[in-house]
């Protein structure tokens, strides 16, 4: 008897909880209207059924539990009522299907005339392309793919040439246009999924796929991945901003093309050594440190990464960290061919091993560092694509300082700094000091 | 051509080797032993993937407060509570388990037609389950490829067990498949050629024909996963390129080219979306059962109840690529797959009905085998229903690969079924062991992990609808459209978990401390007509029947019929035996 | 002995469609088959579903590969002193296999009419076919990985996947072969030693059969997709 009347509550509190939910859909902000009107579409007729079959389940229990002396009726068949139940069944599930493959008509339908846009997907991070004037794409080989290369386009390609490189996780999108989104991976499958889109698509490595949409609502919106994709999946972000017509363009235009990416000569590690004698006064010569001046050591880092942090400090992304504020003087000092030339300068800079400060548990440190190696590399030497720094043979104060800083999110909340917020989340799975220390007394090993 | 009647066989136990029958309990070839063999292991393992679930859990609840679960471990938790728990308890435990118990009995054999076979079935079982287990140990660890182990992450090194892990779970895998055609090639056999006189195909009971339909379709769908799982080891270990195209890991060009995941896919879900119909059927078959029993009442629609579980069989292999609608294969196939899933709602429908007709003008024992079958109902309705949401692929375009997803098949895959199971062990646990479960721990046990999963997956639907996608290992505050609340009602989730999971024990306790302390059950505690219940001596011997195998003269449903002085008829009761005479079907 | 009514509940005759059914869900048996036989058409359905997953999986690289496919008739061709003969080393495997067959179906007849040492002989005679087909599949093998460096993960004509799918496959029926061979030789010697004669049927000698024809039907397939297109 219970039973039934937890039936009944139990269907009475899902429909309340149905109305009285504070999760829905986000706000949609494309023009796939006729998906939310196909889900709720689905909602009710779902609903009336579950309502309806579990009611008359309860009522079942309560008026035919057994009682002294009642005898079930015997009645194997009702060809009758099955027949009738199994007609409105599919009259409800026709009612449904029927919008869903309009709407899906819709859907593998790309409205010609509809711009394209490339998204790149590789562990664990989104990049874009667009076709530039010519409208088309430049082919590309994936076993191009370097540093200098991270689309891996085909550089004798001409199409290429013109094609806009956008290297930030930050797509924008001009309102009210159509566009279809082109996707590729370089490694594994990835997914590109923004929820107020509702459309989405895998990508997979070796094949383009694509859906497309129109956006319909000016604003920034998270880009996800949703396809696992190994360890760091829940950190691949990207985010879309859509623009009017004019914001657009404007953006676009600060973008490189391919062209004139190659173009930028490499750096001048004479001019370099110029500019670095500023930096000198607290990096030291070698741009071996200074503990002191809490400035750490540069030597032996990764160019592309100097060169983004430098960046950084300039856009004032880094403003937050205790001791960010000098830095951002010197960067905001040097242009783009500055930094090339004294990132090449450092370089050239002999590399040597700092000292270790940190005491911890080495052992442990090892286990906390089996997730750090999935984006640093098992020796901590750095990985281009995931844009992981070096960290063997670094300072390890600095480290520390820097791991406090990405757990307190004075590093790595800036929306600018994708790769920073990655390194945020995944900081935080370094439960204390200790574990931070160990983890460091680890790296110090490699 | 007309009905030719086949020669009798009640000699059919000099198939036996009569020493055989002191029962063995080891290297028994007796099929009662080996369900139980099969049972316990099944269970072991559940709860291996149960406590995972937990860790995970913790993890989504209360991120960031155990050290233990890295992000890599979470992967590799929720890999290997998927798999576990499809194949490795539910596969297992209703056809290796239950098919293993029920079909001999219930269609009056003797036994498996190929009892050694049968016996060898069991051991390559274990030794897959260990091959699983030996997965954690293996440098790198298990594999967190997601249960789905698509390429080309499963074996790139961005993931956890990449290399070992991996091949580990493959081995595992194909042996558990050797291991399954060995059971299932028996349990076919045994449903289709050995039944006693006078029980034809529609006289069994609906287990058996859920048990068989689902051994049929283990059959045909492991193959798929058989192959996959062999060129994917290939791909890992020989370096060939069948799923691989040209990639570059960690900005490294590799050595592959040409191959095609999406390939994996297709294999994986043709083998992938049958399995859920395979852990599905003997469900329904067993619900169907517990339902008429303690309801009194013959089941609803016996013929539709038949015709609708060979419709679900078929239709289950033309479905498979509604996992895939956002996988980037040819969008055109969603107009296909979207049509062929929704029709499978119509025949599922036509159970749910025939079951809730089943109680209706019934006579309603709420006894603990129905209380857990009636829930069964529930759960799986709602389940169902959200299943008809992500089979209508616009619908499902925005939901999938989010929480909705994990709700929907939690509760009609692991909610329902696992229900059904425990309904299941509380009304046959009388026949396996003579003793009755303790009804009143049955009682907690029941209401517990009733209402608790509800709590746990309900809330999940709408989290997937506000977008939150699946496994994620942390959800930080960076993503705009997620707020405070969800947090709170993940904990809110965890906790309901915990609760569920410490109420296992006390199944689990019960379970022991029936053996010794419950009551006894006499042959058919449950007054059912099913053959298993006429057994001439309780627990049944080796051989089931004594010297005379049954002859069936009904339906498995003659409940309450008219005239009739007791409310049940056993199959086995001949017409002069009773006056007047009952239902013939 | 007949059934009667009050067993089956079915009448003793029915015809038409009715009659099918009647007779798939007479009680006891569905087909009037031993169990042993109707246990291997149904592995052999299972198995049959394994196969058109390996070829279909192969068409699929196929046609996936960015490479071009390697042209058969010239890998498999055979150099005779001096002349390359394409696939002259296929027809004969096939040829053996077929005939195997042949020698099979004898050797089950012969078993019906409870002729041991000719069913014996004739058994021999398969498996003998048999262990001759894997050692010139042997021997193709070898000419491949050795002479025309194919590897499982590349060869110098093309598509890796020609190489991977080729050993694969073939391999497998390989397999199948090589253990329908020891499975021949078992049952060929329980027939000499009179085992059947004592157990009062032939059936197995028969089972085998079937399993032996199977793998040959399977062979025709893989020789039409690897060796033809
Ligand atoms: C026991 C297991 C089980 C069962 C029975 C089902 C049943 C169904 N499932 Fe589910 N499903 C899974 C297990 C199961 N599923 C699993 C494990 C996954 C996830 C795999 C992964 O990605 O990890 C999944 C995922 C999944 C997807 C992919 C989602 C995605 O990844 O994007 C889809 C899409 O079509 C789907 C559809 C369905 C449908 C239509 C049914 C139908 O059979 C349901 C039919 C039942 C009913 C409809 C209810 C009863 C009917 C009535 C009461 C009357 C209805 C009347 C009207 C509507 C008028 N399921
Ligand atoms: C039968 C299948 C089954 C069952 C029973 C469960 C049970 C549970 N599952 Fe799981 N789950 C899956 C199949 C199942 N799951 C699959 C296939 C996935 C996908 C994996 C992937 O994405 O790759 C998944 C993923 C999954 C996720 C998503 C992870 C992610 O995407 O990040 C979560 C999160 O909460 C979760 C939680 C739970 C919980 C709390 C339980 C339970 O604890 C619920 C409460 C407990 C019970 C209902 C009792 C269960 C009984 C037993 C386990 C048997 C013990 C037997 C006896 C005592 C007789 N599961
Ligand atoms: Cu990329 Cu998940
Ligand atoms: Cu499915």
Redesign the pocket.
Known sequence: MILAYAVIALVIGTVLFHFLSPWQFTPIASNWTAMDDTVNLTFW??GV??VA?NLFMAYCIVRYLHRKGNKAQYEPENKKLEWWLTI??S???A??LAPGLLVWAKFVTVPTGASEVEVVGQQWNFSYRFPGKDGVFGTTNIRLASPDNPFALDPNDPNGQDDVLVTSAELHLPIGKPVKILLRAKDVLHQFAVPPFRVKMDMVPGMVTYFWLTPTRTGSFDALCEQLCGTAHFTMRGRVIVDTEADFQAWLAKQPTYAQARAVPAGDVAAGQATYAVCSACHGAQGEGNPQLNAPKLAGQAGWYLARQLQNFKLGIRDKEQYAQQMDAFASTLDETAIRNVVAFIGSLPDAQPPATVAGNSEKGRGHYETCAYCHGGAGQGVWSTNAPRLSHMNDWYMKRQLENFKQGLRGSHPQDFSGAQMAAMAKTLMDDKAIDDVLKHIDSL | MAYVSIADRDNAHALHDPQSFITKYIWSQDHKVIAIQYTITAIAIGLVALTLSILMRLQLGFPHSFSLIAPQNYYQFITLH?MIM?IYLLTALFLGGFGNYLIPLMCGARDMVFPYLNMVSYWVYLLAVLILVAGFFVPGGATGA???LYPPQAILSGSPGARWGIVCMLASLATFIVAFTMGGLNYVTTVLQARCRGMTMMRMPLSVWGIFMATVLGLLAFPALFVSAIMMTLDCLAGTSFFMPAVSAMGQPLGYNGGSPLLFQHLFWFF??PE??I??LP?FGIVSDLLSTHARRHIFGYRMMVWAILA?GCLSFV?WA??M??SGMNPYFGFF??TT??I??VP??I???NWVLTLWRGDIHLTVPMLFAIAFIFT??N???T??F???VPV?VP???TYF?VA??HL??GV??ILVVFGALYHWYPKMTGKMLNDTMGRIHFWITFIGTYMIYLPMYYLGILGLPRRYYAWDESIQFIPPSVHTMNQWITVSALFVAAVQLVFLFNLVWSLFKGKPAGPNPWRATTLEWQTPDTPPVHGNWREKLPVVYRWAYDYSVPGAKEDFIPQNVPPDKLAPAGHHN | MAQDASITGQPAAVDGLGGVAADWSGDKQAFPVPWGKAMMWIFLLSDTFIFTCFLTSYMNVRMSTTVKWPDPSKVFALNINGHEIPLLLIAIMTMVLITSSGTMALAVNYGYRRDRAKTTALMLATAAFGVSFVSMQAFEWTKLIVHEGVRPWGNPMGAPQFGSAFFMITGFHGLHVSAGVVYLTVVARRVWTGFYDRKGSYETVEVAGLYWHFVDLVWVFIFAFFYLW
């Open positions: 007729v779902t059924v579950f079959v409105v069944t009259v409800g599930i009612a449904m | 998927g499809v997601g249960w789905t992938g979306h859920v119909y852990v599905a469900a679900i479905v509604h996992h609608y956002v797959f979207a899933t929704l499978i709602a599922t429908a159970k749910v009905y799986f309705i389940g169902g229903l299943g008809l992500l089979g209508n499902d939901l999938s690969a997803v929907h098949f009609v895959m329902s079924p």
